[in-house]
């Protein structure tokens, strides 16, 4: 019975729409292996993302920032746009 809903499972999973492609890097070293400072790197910055939460009593004037800088590095250092080409 496991086999017919694994089944079913899938068929629904390619039935949707899709609805967006993220393009992103993949780096490798020399070895041919992921290279893992470069993915630490795409990490700590998608983290950097998150909005902060503030502070009990902390003035609705004070602009934070660095999740701001941290997207438009992600989208510059960490992913591209296909040329219509590619697509």
């Known amino acids: 019975m496991w086999v017919f809903a694994l089944r079913e499972t899938l068929w629904n999973c390619l039935t949707h729409p899709v609805y967006a492609f993220n393009y ?27 909005p902060p939460i503030p502070f009990p009593g902390e003035s609705p004037n004070i602009v934070h920032a660095g999740n701001k800088f941290a997207e438009k590095r992600f989208k510059n250092e960490f992913t591209w746009l296909p040329t219509p080409e590619l697509e």
């Open 24 to 50: 992103g890097y993949l780096a490798f070293d020399s070895e041919g292996r992921v290279n893992q400072k470069f993915l630490d790197a795409e990490n700590l910055t998608a983290v950097s993302m998150i």
